[in-house]
Nanobody, 114 residues
Framework: QVQLVESGGGLVQAGGSLRLSCAAS????????MGWYRQAPGKQRELVAT???????IYADTAKGRFALSRDNAKNAVYLQMNSLTPEDRGVYSC????????WGQGTQVTVSS
């Protein structure tokens, strides 16, 4: 059974930072494409960043230069370091494993105050 458990969300002031974590079980993160998605209130879920099996990272334009996705194979986890946060970054951030199916975590809430 695949489980993805996110943590690290919370309330932060504009300009601050958060580090999101996604702990995986039942799936090996280094053997799958892993991604972080965001769903803001009233909007569709959108891709924030992905990391491929070989470790290449791809970022949405809104995340470039501010966010960094990393992977710890030993811990079977992926992380999203978010810096210089703005109120537009708020939303529920979900971890996704793109294997035979798309597996999703429950999400973690990020709120950025202005």
């Amino acid at each position: 059974q695949v489980q993805l458990v996110e943590s690290g969300g919370g309330l932060v002031q504009a300009g601050g930072s958060l580090r999101l974590s996604c702990a995986a079980s039942g799936i090996i993160v280094s053997r799958n494409i892993m991604g972080w998605y965001r769903q803001a209130p009233g909007k569709q879920r959108e891709l924030v960043a992905t990391i491929t099996r070989i470790g290449s990272t791809i970022y949405a334009d809104t995340a470039k230069g501010r966010f960094a996705l990393s992977r710890d194979n030993a811990k079977n986890a992926v992380y999203l370091q978010m810096n210089s946060l703005t109120p537009e970054d708020r939303g529920v951030y979900s971890c996704c494993a793109r294997a035979t199916y798309y597996y999703w975590g429950q999400g973690t809430q990020v709120t950025v105050s202005s």
